[in-house]
């Protein structure tokens, strides 16, 4: 299901108003928590809905081979400027999450606000798309967004619904699943990474 014109609109007018609360302005500390668990360089690294990715930097700084895909224009001009200002090289596509196909599967997807910037109902069709885009084996290294209230987005990302959409027949599940990082907005994101089923 492709996301419509309006949502595409509304997320490119926030840039445009500087309405980006969500902007760390450096790379969240959910990637250090990431980086400890992840393949070493050049694995093969998604950053979907990756917005001005400055996570995207820091990885290919490391040597990651690194895709970021985001459909605001404005997100993705930023991201490529932030990019040569440091010679660094990485794959960015401006396109919809649900236009595009990965061409051949990742080692890693780093998902930090993503889901909760979805509406609802993209959901399930998302969390099929993740599982095809990485490798059996490969890494699902996700911040969930935590409001726990109505409405969105950000959406809130209840942990029971990060466990229907990844379901433990598809996905190893850490044993800890409440650990938190704090988001800008002065709220929670839950960090939790899961394995891909082989
Ligand atoms: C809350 S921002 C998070 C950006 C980035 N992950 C971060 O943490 O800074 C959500 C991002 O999702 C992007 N987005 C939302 N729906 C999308 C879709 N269907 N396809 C591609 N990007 C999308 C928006 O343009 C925006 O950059």
């Known amino acids: ?38 393949p070493c360089p050049p694995a093969r690294v ?25 459909f605001a224009q404005s997100a993705v001009t930023d991201l490529q400027e932030i990019l040569q200002a440091q010679q660094l090289k990485a794959d960015i596509v401006a396109s919809d999450l649900f236009a ?16 909760c910037a979805l509406e609802p109902q993209q959901w399930p069709e998302y969390a099929e798309r993740l599982y095809r885009w990485l490798h059996p084996g490969g890494l699902l290294i996700g911040a969930f967004m935590q ?7 950000p959406w809130h990302c209840a942990l029971e619904t990060v466990e229907e ?22 709220l929670k994101e839950l960090a939790i990474t899961l394995k891909r089923c082989k």
């Open 165 to 186: 959409l990844f379901p433990v027949d598809k996905w190893d599940w850490p044993e800890q699943k409440d650990r938190t990082i704090a988001h800008p907005s002065g």
């Open 46 to 70: 998604l950053i979907p809905a990756c917005g001005r990715g400055y996570e995207i930097a820091e990885l290919a700084s490391r040597g990651y081979r690194v895709t970021g895909v985001d």
């Open 1 to 38: 299901m492709l996301s419509d014109s309006n949502q595409q609109d509304r997320w490119e007018k926030r840039y445009l108003d500087g309405k980006t609360g969500w902007d760390r302005g450096g790379p969240s500390p959910a990637l250090e928590f990431g980086l400890a668990r992840m």
């Open 100 to 115: 595009w196909e990965a061409e051949k599967p990742f080692d890693v997807i780093y998902e930090q606000t993503a889901l």
């Open 147 to 153: 409001t726990h209230r109505a409405g969105g987005p």
